[in-house]
């Protein structure tokens, strides 16, 4: 877990030192625009949203706009890194790595329950027996990703505040085996299924179950508030653009448009991102060696 940690976390620095400097004073759009996805649900499903999101976008932005799915947060920070993408759907820790890195900005935070915010959790079957965290010990656990704030940094910070761990690399002495999912819905499934016997992801991952898998889980610890997903512009993305880009998405907020909400990870709405509101994210980052 830690190998593959670290890998990605490398990987981002390296394809991003790669890139430094590519896009000084480009001008930006001439071949449309691209969006990175990640993959926080089943990935099937994932194309087909992409292709409507993407098909309204160029109707009312007038240039076009294609969408790929990445492998993981870490492939769409590089992407980003070396001009494979212009706009990225994404996770607060991994935009407080391409900030630092290829001096990306976010532009949008998702709304859910009318705040731009949530939180990470752990969740249990409910006939499993757990009750505490302290309960996992020598058990499975399913992290969605390992460049997730809400599936797999928070939470496992859960532990370490709790004294069950010591840091990252506690966590293979403490459970028996640890996966990385490779998204929300996956680890949530793992878990539900009873392949693995707890899964870490956003408080709102039950809602890619089905009701009937809804009713039998419930979750045994909550993180601290941690800010929403962002949507995110790589540097030197022309500002006009950007504006264009940023007006048309906050249409998706009046009520003739909400039903498209669905094919973007289903959030209620967006809002102009505040950059200060990830400074917590930053400041644990910084905690686990994400960033300097």
């Given at each position: ?25 480009e ?39 294609s ?14 890194g ?8 994404m ?7 391409a ?23 752990v ?13 996992l010990?020598?058990?499975?656990i ?15 910070d ?8 010591a ?31 707890a ?36 540097p ?20 003739e ?36």
């Amino acid at each position: 877990m830690q190998n593959r940690r670290r890998f990605l976390i490398s990987a981002i620095a390296a394809s991003c030192a790669a890139s430094g400097g590519l896009y000084a004073g480009e001008s930006a759009g001439e071949d449309g625009l691209k969006l990175a996805f990640i993959p926080q649900e089943n990935p099937e499903k994932l194309l087909g949203d992409v292709q409507a999101i993407t098909g309204w976008l160029s109707a009312r932005m007038d240039v076009p706009v294609s969408g790929f799915v990445t492998f993981d947060h870490a492939a769409a920070v590089e992407a980003m890194g070396n001009g494979d993408a212009d706009i990225s759907f994404m996770g607060a820790l991994p935009f407080v790595l391409a900030e630092e890195r290829i001096g990306a900005v976010a532009l949008l935070s998702e709304v859910y329950r009318g705040h731009p915010g949530y939180a990470g959790r752990v969740f249990v079957r409910r006939d499993s027996g757990i009750a505490s965290l302290a309960d996992l010990q020598g058990r499975d656990i399913a992290f969605a990703d390992p460049v997730s704030e809400s599936g797999y940094l928070y939470p496992l910070d859960l532990f370490v505040r709790e004294g069950l761990i010591a840091g990252a690399e506690g966590a293979q002495g403490f459970f028996d085996r640890v996966f990385f999912a490779g998204g929300y819905q996956q680890a949530m499934q793992a878990m539900a299924e009873g392949l693995v016997d707890a899964a870490a992801a956003s408080q709102y991952a039950d809602l890619l179950l089905t009701p009937g898998q809804q009713a039998e889980i419930t979750f045994i610890a909550e993180s601290e508030p941690i800010p929403s997903h962002a949507v995110i512009a790589r540097p030197g993305l022309d500002a006009d653009l950007q504006a264009k880009f940023t007006s048309v998405m906050l249409s998706l907020n009046a009520p003739e448009n909400r039903h498209l909400l669905a094919h973007l990870y289903g959030p209620d709405g967006y809002v102009v991102a505040d950059p200060n509101r990830y400074e917590g994210v930053r400041e644990i980052a910084r905690r686990y060696g994400y960033l300097k």
